[in-house]
């Protein structure tokens, strides 16, 4: 088919125009089409290479060859799933840790997708084949709040919010040492990690810019209670961003949260405490999102899941609150 730039559409990215135009395009299968060569330019300026982020302008003519769905990489597991929210457009999820959230080499099955195509045997084939109807992801080991699309147009708007940093993101972690500052916004590149291709480091020459808010609750003389609240949402961003501070998340052993923190005496009960913390402190616990059909703000909050609250709640048992949390957070 053929598809002319209106005036009004001119400056949008190719893959952002194309995805507007045809109803169940999504923005990730408009990319695929591009990159497959399925899309080109009938008229127009000759552009030096026909692309996603090609901006787009009122003398173009595209023509696109629709390509099928592609065949399903992940198959439907019958996987228990903590199901938050769920209406006819999306579905909230607590995500346990240890769940990876979609199929990758070396966990080709039993991810969070392949509990959710069991659950909505619908989201087949919707965007990414791997990552079907998911708007944003969260680390294996990190527990929490976790939203998906159940059809194309919730998909498309939901992953706009995402891209335009619409989505509110908190998260509570358990640093290791004292931050000095109550209140620190973290902004560096991202991008992988020059000496270990596992992590992500902020001290690269280039990348994309990450960015988190941290706001303390409580100090011990050994840890402190942070919420991180994203504004991008890279890879171990959060992870990242405390470990480069001097201050990894306790438990997190990639990034050195097993370590004893240099800048730190450590209590004998201190360090019973984080010898017993079963894996990296790290808890999604509030997801705000505008509906991606009725237009309204909904928010979803959650307190320390069982596999971390009893020592939460022994290192800050005055922390009874988190900011914008209606209930406590430690479960008792």
């Not at 190719?14 to 045809?22: E, H, S, V």
């Not at 330019?41 to 009122?58: E, M």
């Not at 680390?139 to 939203?147: A, Y």
């Amino acid at each position: 088919m053929r598809l002319a730039v209106l005036p009004e559409h001119g400056g949008q990215r190719l893959d952002t125009w194309l995805c507007g135009q045809l109803e169940e395009m999504s923005r990730a299968r408009a990319a695929e089409h591009i990159v497959g060569g399925h899309v080109t330019l009938v008229q127009g300026p000759p552009a030096a290479k026909i692309k996603a982020s090609l901006h787009v302008h009122k003398s173009m003519v595209f023509e696109i060859t629709v390509q099928p769905r592609p065949q399903l990489s992940a198959a439907p597991e019958d996987i228990a799933i903590e199901v938050v929210y769920e209406d006819d457009d999306v579905i909230v999820v607590n995500k346990p840790a240890g769940l990876v959230v979609h199929p990758a080499a070396g966990h080709e099955s039993g991810t969070l997708v392949n509990a959710l195509l069991h659950h909505l045997p619908e989201l087949e084939g919707l965007g990414d084949d791997h990552r079907p109807g998911l708007v944003h992801r969260i680390d294996k080991d990190t527990s929490g709040l976790l939203v998906a699309a159940k059809h194309d147009r919730a998909l498309r708007r939901l992953g706009a919010d995402f891209a335009a940093h619409r989505l509110e993101r908190r998260y509570v972690a358990i640093a290791l040492g004292n931050l000095q500052r109550d209140t620190l916004t973290v902004q560096t590149l991202h991008g992988r990690h020059p000496g270990d291709r596992k992590k992500f480091s902020g001290r690269v020459a280039e990348g994309k810019t990450a960015i988190t808010h941290l706001t303390v609750l409580a100090r011990t003389p050994l840890t402190t209670l942070v919420v991180a609240t994203l504004e991008t949402g890279r890879t171990h961003q959060i992870r990242m961003h405390l470990a480069e501070l001097g201050h990894p998340i306790a438990g997190d052993a990639l990034y050195g949260g097993t370590r004893a923190h240099a800048k730190t005496e450590r209590t004998r009960a201190d360090a019973l405490v984080l010898a017993q913390v079963p894996r990296q402190a790290l808890h999604a616990y509030a997801l705000g999102f505008r509906h991606p059909t009725t237009g309204a703000q909904l928010r979803f909050e959650l307190g320390w899941p069982a596999d971390l609250a009893a020592q939460a709640e022994q290192l800050y048992g005055e922390a009874r609150r988190l900011p914008g949390l209606s209930e406590p957070v430690f479960r008792g």
